[in-house]
Nanobody, 124 residues
Framework: QVQLAESGGGLVQAGGSLRLSCVAS????????MGWFRQAPGKERDFVAV????????YYADSVKGRFTISRDNAKNTVYLQMNSLKPEDTAVYYC?????????????????WGQGTQVTVSS
């Protein structure tokens, strides 16, 4: 497992942008697929995006495709989520997570490490 810490959340108006960061501790960061999930009050934790260990494979939820971009810098043990054209329905706590198998990207139980989350609030 790795320890993860997110940052970059905040309050933004609709149409604005935020960039989330997730820093991992541990020398095995480069071996994990890294994902972002989000959870709104009273709702389940939903998949947002994932990036493979080699930085070439990315996959997005339909709701964010074309607006969000996931990237990683293995030299800095960091994964990013650039969020543009934000909408009020993007409001949630955003979590980064590590997937050791690289499979089942949409399923939270396939991730063995989670950050504490960062709040993103989009006002209309």
């Amino acid at each position: 497992q790795v320890q993860l810490a997110e940052s970059g959340g905040g309050l933004v108006q609709a149409g604005g942008s935020l960039r989330l960061s997730c820093v991992a501790s541990g020398r095995t960061f480069g071996m994990y697929a890294m994902g972002w999930f989000r959870q709104a009050p009273g709702k389940e934790r939903d998949f947002v995006a994932v990036i493979g260990w080699n930085e070439e494979s990315t996959y997005y939820a339909d709701s964010v495709k074309g607006r969000f971009t996931i990237s990683r810098d293995n030299a800095k043990n960091t994964v990013y989520l650039q969020m543009n054209s934000l909408k009020p329905e993007d409001t949630a706590v955003y979590y980064c997570a590590a997937n050791p198998s690289g499979r089942g990207w949409k399923i939270p139980s396939n991730y063995d490490s989670w950050g504490q989350g960062t709040q993103v609030t989009v006002s209309s």
